[in-house]
């Protein structure tokens, strides 16, 4: 049997263009010399338990996972792949995209996408999250505070999509939000802050390319944690926008302190790859070469 490849889709995603790209890239795929299987069945759950069962049916015959969506797909698949080692890589049909991006694959095309599968994949960290949920694992970054709460309101825009949903979302929140107290402990470091917002970042984006910690690398063993500090509402209209171009970092009321494992406690959610984890206290771990990844 030719070498599988398990192409996962949400069936949703980009108002059925992850479905139509599925097909497209399967045809690709088969006439590069792979088994392409697709999977694109609608709810967590449902889709879950097919790939798992996928998986163990083709066992040694698999390639690894192609996942076609957005962040919030591949957020779901991570406990997955990392759990049976599989490589992955993505082509982004989602709102924000900001892995795909991070890794080249806004830039590339279908073949070019079937042409990696042969190349030997990288490995990048992943990050293990701990709450009383339970166990969740992320690859892009965690936001605490204002940003999740932008994060939030702008998954509950339907008819908005890309930047501008998360821009509408700001604006909304800016009305309403007031500072929080944060306790925050970095490798052993305890910290406690008033601030506006925690985000804990394995890669740079979040958000559709708002560049929250521009510094942050996917294979550096280290986490980035920006703690942007009380300040105005006038003056967070001020500096919010810079966070597109990473200028941000550069303000008074913003430092980043670098770690392997962080917790954080406050009346605050919190978000990883733009989906709900759990209310605050959470605890976090970065994984180093934990995941493989073409790109």
Known sequence: MAEAILVVANP??????????????CKKASRAGFTPVVIDVLGKAEMTQALVNQIKNLRSDLKGIVSIGGDGLLHTLLPIIHTYELPFTVIPTGTGNDFAREIGATRRTLDETVAILSRPASTIDSVLI?????????????????????????????????????????????????????????????????????????????GGGMKICPGARFDDGLLDVLILSEVSILELIKVFPRVYSGSHISHPAVEIIRGKEISVNAPAKAFADGEYIAALPISIRVEPGSLKVWK
């Open 12 to 25: 949703r995603s980009g108002k059925g263009r992850s479905s139509r790209v599925a097909r497209e890239f």
């Open 130 to 206: 701990k709450s009383d949920q339970g166990d969740a694992r992320a690859c892009q970054v965690l936001s605490l505070g204002f940003d999740a709460l932008v994060n939030e309101r702008a998954n509950g825009f339907r008819r908005v999509r890309g930047k501008l949903k998360y821009v509408l979302a700001i604006i909304r929140e800016l009305t309403l939000f007031k500072p929080l107290h944060f306790t925050i402990t970095i490798d052993g470091q305890d910290y406690s802050r008033r601030a506006m917002l925690i985000a804990v970042a394995n890669g740079p984006s979040y």
